[in-house]
């Protein structure tokens, strides 16, 4: 099984590339949908961040703008958030690894936001960058409810610019050529990872849990 990783900036199209490679067959982990289970009513993390940020949980789930605006412009409480989440958000990447594995999955896509700056390439065989023109990243980004230029400008801060991605990944896809074109470079990234022979998963000697490096 080879195991691709999927990122891309804040409104460079992620979600709908892995949306797209879903339904090309590809199982695609989610690393978004594993937080919002992690900070959902009765998640694994709730008691950890109500700890860590009282006052953000409510009825038992974490209220995601509450936690935000807790983090918002803090890098010690950024790192105490992250030093909760990424374990458990890893934990969940490895069992969704090895249940593939199980079912002799060819190819397996870790969606993942942050793949570069958190050192996630190692633990991936190909990485897959969604990019569009900042112009449309930005008219994207500013349509989502409750975003401000100042929380783009923000999130932009702590996320590797588009151009580093871009050069460090094995793929590239643009997303503002439409969706026909990314849908046709995803198929095409598809089957050119199924004719590689590189490094694939689980490596040989791999133990139940264990992280995977390059």
């Not at 978004?32 to 006052?55: C, N, S, W």
């Not at 990872?193 to 590189?198: E, I, L, P, Q, S």
């Amino acid at each position: 099984m080879i195991v691709l990783g999927l990122t891309g900036s804040i409104g460079m199209g992620k979600s709908t590339a892995a949306r797209m490679l879903k339904r090309m067959g590809a199982p695609v982990c989610d690393s978004d949908a594993v937080v919002h289970g992690l900070l959902g009513r009765h998640g694994a993390a709730v008691p950890a961040i109500d700890e860590a940020f009282p006052g953000v949980v409510v009825d038992g789930a974490v209220d995601r703008r509450a936690l935000g605006a807790a983090v918002f412009g803090n890098p010690a409480a950024l790192k105490r958030l992250e030093a909760i989440l990424h374990p458990a958000v890893q934990a969940a990447q490895r069992r969704f690894l090895k249940q593939a594995a199980r079912r002799r999955v060819r190819v397996a896509v870790l969606d993942i936001p942050l793949l570069f700056e958190t050192g996630g390439e190692r633990k991936v065989d190909r990485s897959v960058v969604v990019t569009a023109p900042f112009l449309v990243q930005k008219s994207r980004v500013l349509a989502r409810p409750g975003m401000t230029p100042d929380k783009f400008a923000a999130i932009l801060a702590r996320q590797m610019p588009d151009a580093e991605k871009r050069r460090r990944a094995d793929h590239v896809v643009n997303t503002g050529d439409g969706r026909r074109a990314t849908r046709r470079a995803l198929r095409n990234i598809l089957a050119d990872v199924k004719r590689r022979r590189g490094r694939q998963w689980p490596p040989r000697g791999f133990q139940p849990g264990q992280v995977v490096h390059a």
